[in-house]
Each structure stands twice: as structure tokens, then as C-alpha cells.
């Protein structure tokens, strides 16, 4: 998994950590981190801690060419593959 979540409380104040952790792509978000944001947030309105009130989202710091990237954006090397209208489609229903 590329994103790991972790639970923290202060002051009856409860909330989610979730760091993205693809360095190898400067963080950018694809279809996988897409899907896994996904399926974090409905078990998160699942899950018994139903007293979140805030997702704090983090990232891998990556220092490239002597600059800071959180996340860089979308994965266009995934763009890329994509060669007909039907695989746009789905790439589109992904990412909303």
C-alpha cells in the first residue's frame, strides 16, 4: 500500500493521518493511490471511529534537482498507456 493511515485523539479531538508514500513517482497520484484514497475514506465512515473529525493528508518529502515535491500531481506515465476513448473513460471514473 502506498498510503498508510494512523488514528491520533487530543481533547476528545479525534483524527486520521493518511501519508502518501510513492517517492519513485514524486508522489503523484494514479489510479492505485486514487483507489486506495478510496477505499480509506469509506472504511474510515465505516469503521467504529466514527468520531473523526479531520483527515490530515501527508507525503513523502522528495528533494529532486534541489526542490521540494509533495506530490507532484497526476501520474501522466498512466496517461500514456491509455490509447483508446473507453480506457479515458475509466481512468476518469477513477480519479473523481
Known amino acids: 500500500m502506498t498510503v ?3 488514528n491520533h485523539s487530543m481533547d476528545n479531538l479525534f483524527w486520521q ?3 502518501v508514500s510513492r517517492p519513485d ?5 494514479g489510479t492505485t493511490v486514487a483507489r486506495e484514497l478510496t477505499e480509506t475514506m469509506e ?3 465505516k469503521s467504529l471511529e466514527s468520531r473523526i473529525r479531520a ?3 501527508t507525503a513523502e518529502t522528495v528533494i529532486k534537482s534541489n526542490n521540494t ?3 507532484a500531481g497526476g501520474d501522466l506515465s498512466e496517461l500514456g498507456e491509455l490509447h483508446e476513448k473507453t ?6 471514473r477513477t480519479m473523481r
Open 17 to 19: 493521518n493518511w501519508h
Open 43 to 45: 472504511m474510515t465512515r
Open 4 to 6: 498508510k493511515v494512523s
Open 69 to 71: 515535491i509533495w506530490i
Open 25 to 29: 513517482r514524486l508522489n503523484a497520484i
Open 55 to 57: 483527515i490530515v493528508i
Open 87 to 92: 480506457q479515458g473513460r475509466d481512468y476518469a
